[in-house]
């Protein structure tokens, strides 16, 4: 690592993340989610108005998340809530085509904004209500397309079952902070299918939890002449 690099770490305060997106998206309820309040909002509450900023940590690092509400689109306030973003994630409603395609916007008014700025953040695409797949209104070709035309890390999950989101942020800040994203145990071998991209993952293994040790044809035939009356077959 050079000086230089030495000193940016020392100086970064904390990771920024903007979570942009139609209301009723789900932004606040991924926040939940990531920041372990078990990813539900108060209904009273009425939506977000303007943004929401909470703390939250991963690793060593300082994390602020910024909940921006639907409504700011064409809000003059929008360039504020972006300030000094380091992350911006466009989530939308897997059900709900409409924000899905009011995304087109969303991607133009933030690009215009950071277009003058010097830092770029990192942009993702999220794909809320994956656990609504049966009622899926937008098609992956389309989401696929949107991801790939507009550079995204592309990430599909639900902020109501938690899966996918904790990957998804710490993937990002992981990218953001230049440093290798640990795996997730089986949570996260699970979830590598919902990971939406352009290449074809290779499927994991089937495994039998109680065929998991590989033994050898000797160790093997010992096993068979001692349960003679159970047939092994290796495949």
Request: a neutral charge.
């Amino acid at each position: 690592m050079s000086d230089t690099e030495e000193e940016d770490e020392s100086i970064r305060k904390f990771v920024k993340i903007t979570l942009v997106g139609e209301p009723a998206s789900g932004k606040s309820c991924l926040c939940s989610r990531y920041r372990g309040d078990g990813g539900v909002v108060g209904a009273a509450a009425g939506g977000t108005q303007g943004a929401e900023v909470s703390a939250a940590q991963w690793g060593g690092a300082a994390l602020r998340l910024c909940d921006v509400a639907g409504a700011a689109l064409h809000s003059d306030m929008l360039r504020n809530y972006l300030y000094d973003s380091d992350i911006v994630i466009f989530v939308y409603d897997l059900t709900n085509l409409q924000s899905f395609e009011k995304l087109t916007d969303w991607i133009k008014a933030v690009k215009d904004i950071f277009d003058v700025e010097a830092k770029k953040p990192l942009m993702a695409l999220f794909g809320n209500k994956s656990d609504l797949e049966h009622q899926r209104a937008v098609r992956l070709s389309c989401v696929q397309k949107f991801a790939s035309e507009h550079l995204l890390e592309n990430f599909k999950g639900s902020a109501r079952t938690g899966e996918m989101v904790n990957t998804a942020f710490t993937n990002l800040i992981a990218r953001v902070l230049g440093k290798k994203a640990p795996l997730e145990g089986a949570a996260y071998k699970k979830n590598q299918d919902n990971l939406v991209s352009d290449q074809i993952s290779t499927p994991p293994l089937m495994q039998d939890s109680e065929n998991s040790l590989i033994m050898s044809r000797k160790v093997l035939r010992k096993v068979q002449r001692k349960a003679s009356s159970s047939v092994c077959r290796i495949q």
